[in-house]
């Protein structure tokens, strides 16, 4: 996973916006996504976004992608304590294979 | 029911001992993964395998083989458990390219593997 890179913690107070970065080498990239860990689970993929797209909008969800960067976010509006959770961004290379970040750990306190 | 699932969901071992892990699937897909978490260090690809007749080595293989067994089943092993191999393991699946979210990956829960 060096090659996509995420801070390891992000806190936010409940009914805040989270918004979690991440940064990718491969501007061949076709996909790039997000998986949420909640505690005691396995990954889950959230969303995701087409290299094509620049965002992509699901419910609380906002995905930006900012190709000319190789950056990726992910906002949550109005984030919940159960949004707490580590959310990992992968990017899809020619290898069908995801490359996955390191994870942000999500707190989110009252 | 899960679609996959792993056995065992926690093991503690001793250095030197030999442990399979198993996973076993009930979506359909021929693209199974083994992946280490480790905090701080995310996932790291172990071994993968695209169909029952293809094995490939991930970016830490060293220390670990697989099987795969069939369609529906990919377990790991650990020849001679070692402290460093402390960590979460986890099996995946995907369809093949193409299919639904190109390449989206299932996850099993986890087994929590200590070696002393």
């Known amino acids: 996973g060096e090659d996509v890179e995420q801070s390891l913690f992000l806190s936010v107070r409940e009914g805040d916006s989270s918004v979690i970065n991440c940064t990718y080498t491969?501007?061949?990239?076709?996909?790039l996504y997000w998986y949420k860990q909640e505690p005691g689970a396995g990954l889950q993929l959230l969303t995701y976004?087409?290299?094509?797209?620049d965002m992509k909008q699901d419910q609380r969800l906002t995905v930006l992608l900012n190709k000319k960067d190789k950056h990726l976010s992910l906002r949550i509006a109005d984030t919940q304590t159960g949004d707490s959770a580590i959310y990992f961004c992968?990017?899809?290379?020619?290898?069908?294979?995801?490359?996955f970040g390191r994870g942000t750990s999500l707190i989110v306190h009252p | 029911d899960a679609d996959v699932t792993q056995t065992p969901r926690n093991r503690i071992t001793k250095t030197g001992k030999r442990i399979m892990l198993e996973c076993s699937q009930t979506?359909?897909?021929?693209?199974m993964y083994w992946y280490r978490q480790d905090p701080g260090l995310g996932l790291r690809l172990i071994y993968y395998s695209f169909d029952v007749k293809d094995i490939n080595k991930g970016e830490i293989s060293d220390g670990y083989s697989v099987s795969r067994q069939a369609q529906a089943k990919f377990s790991l092993s650990l020849e001679s458990a070692i402290p460093n191999q402390t960590a979460l393991y986890f099996c995946?699946?995907?369809?093949?390219?193409?299919?639904?979210?190109?390449?989206?990956?299932?996850f099993g829960p986890g087994t929590r593997l200590t070696v002393l």
């Open positions: 976004i087409f290299s094509n797209m």
């Open positions: 979506k359909g897909h021929d693209r």
């Open positions: 995946a699946t995907s369809d093949a390219p193409g299919q639904g979210i190109d390449n989206e990956q299932f």
């Open positions: 491969d501007s061949s990239s076709t996909y």
């Open positions: 992968a990017e899809k290379r020619g290898s069908y294979i995801p490359t």
